[in-house]
């Protein structure tokens, strides 16, 4: 027969165990609690750090957008008035364009009209130098001595003249006026006349001035007072000296005095003005009297 044993356990010990292990296990389950809590922690940290800096970086792109916005509605604005503006530029173009054309058009018509204008001008100044003969012929030898050689060299000359233009072209009559109308342009022509009583008579431009002189220095000192109260001369002035039935040593005394005055007015501009004269011989009074008539009109 079996003898029971009976077994007999010490429990504080194994209680002492257990609450060991236990508070090993609570400690353990504490650390790894506080490590999850701290990576939690730090993943909300940086979940916050980022969603700021997107907050940061939408904002960003926001404002940049709301420019581009503003910067694109600008553009778009610049746009409209670059072409309205090049609409209105295209308007005036076409408006010029179309007066351009209408004045050169009227220009083309109006020279054709001066050109007309000019032709017959030419023509009939044409026919004016066709002088008969006997017309001609008293007012080439009143001029001078008729019989000395330089008055038939003269006379000859100016019937070539003469017989040139009437047989011109009108256009080439036209052309030959223009070319004296420019040489009047840049040069003055003084008239001077001597009167059957002996007075001088001097023509400058709108001014005229009446002197007597005997003698060639009287001659030179009256006319270059005279010069001395007219405006500064063009660069070129040309003396055109005529006489009436006047004494011999009145004209003698002119013709001698004109190269001397010429020279005392040249000196006196210093250069600045040539002077130059011509003796265009005898002119009747009455037909100076008659070309004056105009001017004293006036």
């Known amino acids: 027969m079996?003898?029971?044993r009976r077994l007999t356990f010490q429990l504080t010990p194994l209680l002492d165990l257990l609450l060991i292990v236990i508070f090993a296990q609570f400690m353990d389950t504490q650390e790894t609690t506080?490590?999850?809590e701290q990576r939690a922690e730090t993943k909300v940290t940086q979940a916050e750090q980022q969603v700021?800096?997107?907050?940061?970086?939408?904002?960003?792109?926001?404002?940049?957008?709301?420019?581009l916005t503003t910067e694109n509605a600008k553009a778009l604005q610049s746009i409209e008035k670059s072409r309205e503006a090049y609409e209105t530029s295209q308007k005036s173009f076409r408006m010029l364009q179309q007066q351009s054309e209408k004045t050169q058009m009227e220009q083309s018509?109006?020279?054709e009209r001066l050109r007309d204008q000019r032709d017959r001008v030419g023509e009939l100044v044409q026919q004016l130098f066709q002088l008969p003969e006997d017309t001609l012929d008293p007012l080439l030898k009143s001029k001078?001595?008729?019989?000395?050689?330089?008055?038939?060299?003269?006379?000859?000359?100016?019937?070539?003249q003469l017989k040139e233009l009437a047989e011109a072209r009108g256009e080439d009559?036209?052309?030959?006026?223009?070319?004296?109308?420019?040489?009047?342009?840049?040069?003055?022509?003084?008239d001077l006349y001597l009167t059957e009583n002996g007075v001088f008579q001097l023509q400058i431009g709108d001014k005229s001035a009446d002197f007597?002189?005997?003698?060639?220095?009287?001659?030179?000192?009256?006319?270059?007072?005279?010069?001395?109260?007219?405006?500064?001369?063009?660069?070129?002035?040309i003396i055109l000296f005529s006489y009436g039935d006047a004494k011999a040593s009145v004209r003698f005394a002119a013709t001698q005095g004109l190269p001397l005055v010429a020279e005392r007015m040249r000196a006196d501009s210093s250069g600045r003005t040539r002077f130059e004269y011509a003796v265009m011989g005898f002119v009747p009074?009455?037909?100076?009297?008659?070309?004056k008539q105009p001017a004293e009109s006036r």
């Open 2 to 4: 079996i003898s029971r």
């Open 34 to 36: 506080a490590r999850i």
């Open 52 to 67: 700021a800096q997107l907050e940061k970086r939408s904002a960003a792109e926001q404002e940049r957008l709301l420019q």
């Open 109 to 111: 018509e109006q020279i």
């Open 144 to 160: 001078g001595t008729p019989d000395s050689p330089e008055t038939r060299e003269q006379r000859e000359r100016i019937r070539k």
């Open 173 to 190: 009559v036209v052309r030959h006026f223009l070319t004296y109308d420019e040489l009047t342009k840049r040069s003055d022509i003084w």
């Open 212 to 237: 007597r002189a005997a003698t060639k220095e009287e001659f030179v000192d009256r006319f270059y007072a005279v010069y001395k109260t007219t405006p500064q001369p063009k660069s070129l002035v």
């Open 285 to 291: 009074q009455s037909t100076v009297s008659t070309k």
